[in-house]
């Protein structure tokens, strides 16, 4: 199950409630067809559910491609450490294979900023997360040769 598509995103929704008029019928009707089937209510929430979703995720193998130590990961997915820095997060983002809806979504609920492509090294990581790059080694690689520094935090994890 790919939670991508389970969960509608957000500009869909928006789309959709646009052609919802002044009609309680088809207020109902939206919302019996998008009724929310998951809720989170914080950033673990999501990120547990995530790899319950993907059961070759493995968190060892998360905290090593995302070149964080384990002891600052578990304060992320066990919700001690509510809100990590959006370059602190991300390259967990990357190293589960998360698209970038799923990047920012997880960003929102970390009350970080979304990634923006207006940013140069955003761009960047846009790229990559398109591109399906699951370790944050290779975005540095990327970034390097791009000459573009990488965000700060993002490439040696200062916890």
């Known amino acids: 199950m790919n939670s991508e598509h389970d969960i509608e995103s957000t500009e869909h929704l928006l789309q959709e409630l646009k052609k919802i008029k002044l009609d309680p019928k088809a ?21 547990n559910y995530y790899i319950a979703e993907h059961p070759d995720l ?7 491609d995302a070149n964080i130590p384990p002891s600052y990961g578990n304060q992320i997915f066990n919700g001690t450490k509510k809100r990590p820095g959006k370059y602190k ?23 970080a900023p979304e990634l923006d492509p207006r940013n140069k090294q955003d761009m960047a990581l846009i790229i990559c997360i398109n591109e399906k790059v699951r370790t944050i080694y290779t975005v540095n690689e990327f970034l390097e040769a791009a000459e573009l520094p990488p965000p700060s935090g993002i490439l040696n994890h200062e916890i």
């Open 27 to 47: 207020l109902h009707a939206f919302q019996e067809q998008y009724t929310p089937h998951y809720s989170f209510q914080s950033l673990s929430d999501y990120l």
């Open 58 to 64: 493995e968190t060892r193998k998360i905290y090593i």
């Open 89 to 111: 997060l991300i390259p967990i983002c990357i190293a589960m294979g998360m698209s970038l809806t799923e990047t920012n979504r997880a960003l929102r609920l970390a009350k």
